[in-house]
Structures are given as structure tokens and as C-alpha cells.
């Protein structure tokens, strides 16, 4: 038998962004002795470090928000149906506040190293600060799109202008007026950079290797009208949220796409692409997500209102995707994004034709000419989904690393629990129903499974909580069969693990990211996991190992 381990929290959190200032909330509400560390300077997580012009929510921002408060609910009044960073910071804030949340978080925290000792059952954690801190459990709420990536381009640190990527963006106000500023990307961190900043530059040059498809926001304000009859709706509006693939108020048309005729299509299209958010995508057919002929139709239908929308038929031509359909990527939603290279000092260059060749003391060199700029922007993605866990050291049983493990993508089990690394929780990890969904709804989701997971944890005196190989490897095989229906499987983007700037993730093989059953199906299975006692995941009880004292705040 092992010794007594005075342990320094019963959990620690990892991230305040959405999940982990949910997270904090419902372990404080029981009393839970446990803390979070946010590597950043404050809270917010995507909310606190993306500050670049345009960023905002793609979600409806009353769908976006907590659910759990109705207090908080009443409370609170959107400005925007969708909602601007500099707001989403104030409500996460407010948020933290109303519950006095601040009191478990610790900034400036960032976690280098998390080791699991099996003899004592324990996670050993070491934080940048040099600082060793131990737990019983650690959950993650590290982000998915959270760890930026730069291009691989030589010269970048020759620059002697500002640069910076999107992720990095001065918190000081940045004045643009009269600079020749270059934008390298264009995918949504850049259709929105892009939107914003064209008429306030001097000049705007934007670097495209691969163009994305793209549909209207349709923004506007919330009156306070408006805003009443929200509030008296936010049970239904979750309901719908809940019963939706998506996680969003958009219902699939539930119609055959063959069973209607092209000009009802076309009608539906029509009234779509003019509403505000994702109905153009998620209230559509849903033989547009499988079928080649459906996804083609929409696709040539979305190129049309393109064309239209931009006066140079060869630029427009530059700006549709050929080498995948609309909507088999998650779509991002833009403000007259295309209208923006009509304007007279913005430039379009297409890399795939002439590739950058490197970054030089002021500006940009490609195979046919030389740019001069006063600030390069890089808005060229992110390691995505498992990028977060790769850059800390997850030891779990043996010292087998994590990364290691996940290298050829990642095997979860329901997205939340990792073989062979017990006592480790993810609310909103690879594989979990969160990343294809709207996703605070999708947090919310996980939070509470993982929190009732604990509570039967205590109440049944287990300590110690791992998945069975089997059970990983069940739920692996049932993610990755679902890709084998969707169009998506064929597409290069962070949802299949396809980033060009990450070694190792480029062009050749899916990573099988997300959970593609959308949401209904994804609670279904993790309740039912529950209801059967937690089947799958192997609990024992190491209480002897452990200081009960240390286990109460």
C-alpha cells in the first residue's frame, strides 16, 4: 500500500475560456476543491487573445451564451444578433463576476507538463512559473483552435515592419490609415479581417492560396424589443438547439432533395442566403453533406451569387473553390467580403500561381514580383483540435506521451476520456460532439456529463477512472465510419486534420477530428453511457493513496 498524498486541488482545471469558466462554476457549486490556470493574462480564452478587426461570433449570440442561469439570462442584452469580441469579453467577465469565479482561477499560468503517478493516483503537474502542483483529476478546456500557426516561409523574422498572426493581434489599438498592409490567408479569420479593414488602409494585398466558400452574415442590432421577446423564448430556442445536428435554431430541411423541384431549391436558396447566419448552410437539404449531383447543385448556386457580387470576372473567377463543394467544411460567414475586391486599393494575388518565396526586410517576394508593405498579416490557421495537447507534456500510464499516442490522429472515448490516461477529462475534446456543433452548446453538454461523472465518482468512493481499449477502440471506429458517408472526408480543412503549416498534417491522410453524428445522437450515446453506470470505463478505488483532508475547499 501506498502513502498518504496531501493533494494540492481534487481537480484542476486547464483554460477559462467558455468550457472552463463553466467548468469552475459547477465544481465551486459543490463545493469541489479545485482551481483553473489560464496560461493567458485574463480570462476569455478565444474571446481574450483573438482581438483582430471583424472578430465576432458565427453563432446567433443568444444561442451562443450560458443556458444554466436563468437569472443570468434575464440579465443580460445581446447588442448584436451577432456579437463582436470586444462584447463577448465583457459578458465572459460578467459571467465570471455574477458568480465571483475569479477567486479559483489563477492567470499567467501556462502548463508545461502534466505526468500521471500511478503508484499514488495522481496527476503531477509543472507550470511554466516553476511551480509543482498535484491533482486528482485534470480536466482539460485548452481550446481547439488555440495554438496559431505561422507559414512555412523563409525570412519572416527579416520583416522590419509589423507582422503578427491574426492569434496575436495588438491589444493596443493598431491605427492602419494610410498603410500597405498584406493579409496571407483566406480563410474565416481572414474573410473577416479582410471585410473590416479594406476601407481603412491605405493599401490591402491579399495573399490567396486556396479560396474558401463563403455566405452572408446578415448582422444587425438587438432592440430591446427584441431582446424581451428572446428572453421569453430562451426555453424553446435551446430546445431547439438541443434537437438540432448543429447545435443552432437552423433545422435541415427535412424534404428530399429530389423531391422538390430546382426552382424550389432555387427559391429556398434564395431566402436563405439573404437571412442572417447559417440557414444557407444548416437549414438546407441534407443530401448536400453526401451526395456529389445535391452538393454540386448548391455549390454552382453559391458560385453564381459570387459572381454577381464581384465586378472582375476573373477575380471572381479566383475567388470560388474547384477543389471542394459548399458546405462540406465548417462555412464561414462574411460582412461584404467579396464586395471588397471591387475597391480600387485592394489587390487580389493568387499563390497557387505565384507561390511567396520569402518574407524580406520590407515586404514580399513571389515568383513574379516584389510587394512593399508596412505590416504583414498572417492569418494562416491553427493546429487545430489536438495542436493544444501537443504542446503540453501528457504522460500518462508507463510515460507513454500522449502526442506520441495521437500522432496518426487521435482515439478517445466519447471524445472525453483517453486510454491509458486515467483521471483525465475533456469537455469538449477530439472526437466529442463539440467541434462540428454551435459550440458553447456542445460545452455546456460536456461539462455536465463530465461533472455528473465525478459526482457518482465520489458518491460510489472510486478515485481512479480510465477507458477500456476496447471501448476506445469501439468509439474510434464508430467516428471514423461515420466520415465514410460524408463529403467532408474529401476536404482540406482542420476538421480531417489538413494543415499545410503543421509537420506532419498536410495533403494525404484524414485525422479523424470530430464527431459527425451531430448533437441529438452524440447526448443520446453519452447518456446512455451514463445510465448504464459509466459502461466502458474501468473505476477502482485508491482512497488509501490520498489525504481525505485536502479534498473539501
Known amino acids: 500500500m501506498t502513502s498518504r498524498v496531501a493533494l494540492d486541488y481534487e481537480v484542476v482545471v486547464i483554460g477559462a475560456g467558455v468550457c472552463g469558466i463553466y467548468q469552475i462554476k459547477r465544481l465551486a457549486d459543490l463545493g ?20 483582430y478587426p471583424g472578430a465576432r461570433f458565427d453563432s446567433e449570440s443568444y444561442t451562443y451564451g450560458y443556458s444554466f442561469s436563468k437569472e ?8 448584436e444578433r451577432f456579437s463582436g469580441q470586444p462584447e463577448n469579453l465583457r459578458y465572459l467577465n460578467y459571467v465570471a463576476d455574477k458568480f465571483d469565479l475569479r477567486q479559483y482561477m489563477q492567470f499567467n499560468c501556462k502548463l508545461e507538463a502534466a505526468h500521471f503517478d500511478e503508484a499514488a493516483c495522481i496527476w503531477r503537474l509543472r507550470i511554466a512559473d516553476g511551480r509543482e502542483l498535484t491533482c486528482r483529476y485534470l480536466i482539460m478546456g485548452i481550446g481547439l483552435l488555440s495554438v496559431p500557426t505561422m507559414p512555412k516561409v523563409e525570412g519572416i523574422a527579416s520583416f522590419k515592419g509589423r507582422s503578427f498572426h491574426t492569434f496575436h493581434w495588438p491589444h493596443e489599438p493598431l491605427d492602419l490609415t494610410g498603410k500597405k498592409v498584406a493579409v496571407i490567408g483566406t480563410g474565416a479569420t481572414a474573410i473577416q479581417v479582410i471585410a473590416e479593414i479594406a476601407d481603412k488602409v491605405g493599401e490591402l494585398t491579399v495573399f490567396q492560396r486556396r479560396p474558401n466558400w463563403s455566405a452572408p452574415l446578415n448582422n444587425g442590432p438587438i432592440s430591446d424589443e427584441e431582446m424581451a421577446n428572446l428572453r421569453a423564448r430562451y426555453d424553446e430556442i435551446f430546445a431547439t438547439c438541443a434537437r438540432t445536428p448543429g447545435g443552432f435554431e437552423h433545422e435541415p430541411d427535412r424534404r428530399g432533395f429530389y423531391q422538390v423541384s430546382k426552382e424550389e431549391r432555387t427559391a429556398l436558396w434564395d431566402r436563405l442566403y439573404d437571412e442572417p447566419g447559417f440557414g444557407i448552410w444548416l437549414q438546407n437539404f441534407a443530401e448536400i453533406f453526401t451526395d456529389e449531383q445535391a452538393n454540386a447543385e448548391i455549390s454552382e448556386y453559391i458560385a453564381e451569387r459570387i459572381r454577381r457580387r464581384v465586378k472582375d470576372p476573373v477575380v471572381a473567377e479566383k475567388l470560388i473553390p474547384k477543389d471542394h463543394g459548399f458546405g462540406v467544411q465548417r462555412v464561414p460567414l462574411e460582412t461584404r467580403y467579396f464586395e471588397v475586391y471591387n475597391r480600387d486599393n485592394v489587390r487580389l494575388v493568387d499563390i497557387s500561381e505565384t507561390p511567396i518565396a520569402k518574407i524580406t526586410e520590407h515586404g514580399i517576394q513571389t515568383s513574379d514580383e516584389h510587394f512593399d508593405f508596412d505590416i504583414i498579416v498572417y492569418a494562416t490557421g491553427f493546429d487545430a483540435i489536438t495542436g493544444a495537447y501537443d504542446h503540453i507534456d501528457i504522460q500518462g500510464v508507463g510515460g507513454e506521451k500522449l502526442r506520441d499516442k495521437w500522432r496518426d490522429g487521435p482515439s478517445t472515448f466519447l471524445g472525453m476520456f483517453i486510454h491509458k490516461f486515467p483521471n483525465l477529462l475533456m469537455p469538449a475534446g477530439p472526437q466529442s460532439g463539440s467541434a462540428s456543433t454551435n459550440y458553447p452548446r456542445g460545452i455546456e453538454t460536456g461539462v455536465n456529463w463530465c461533472t455528473n461523472f465525478l459526482q457518482y465518482m465520489r458518491s460510489h468512493g472510486y478515485d481512479r477512472a480510465e477507458p477500456s481499449r476496447d471501448a476506445e477502440q469501439q468509439w474510434t471506429e464508430h467516428v471514423t465510419k461515420m466520415y465514410s458517408t460524408m463529403l467532408m472526408r474529401k476536404a482540406k480543412s482542420w476538421f480531417t ?57
Open 32 to 51: 469541489i476543491h479545485a482551481t483553473v490556470l489560464e496560461a493567458a493574462a485574463d480570462l476569455g480564452g478565444t474571446w481574450y487573445s483573438n482581438r
Open 72 to 79: 443570468l439570462l434575464e440579465e443580460w442584452h445581446w447588442k
Open 497 to 553: 486534420g489538413y494543415n499545410s503549416n503543421v509537420e506532419g498534417h498536410e495533403e494525404g491522410r484524414i485525422r479523424y477530428f470530430v464527431y459527425n453524428g451531430g448533437s441529438p445522437k452524440y447526448v443520446s450515446r453519452i447518456a446512455q453511457v451514463a445510465e448504464q453506470d459509466y459502461d466502458g470505463i474501468d473505476l477502482s478505488s485508491a482512497s488509501s493513496t490520498a489525504d481525505p483532508d485536502s479534498m473539501r475547499a
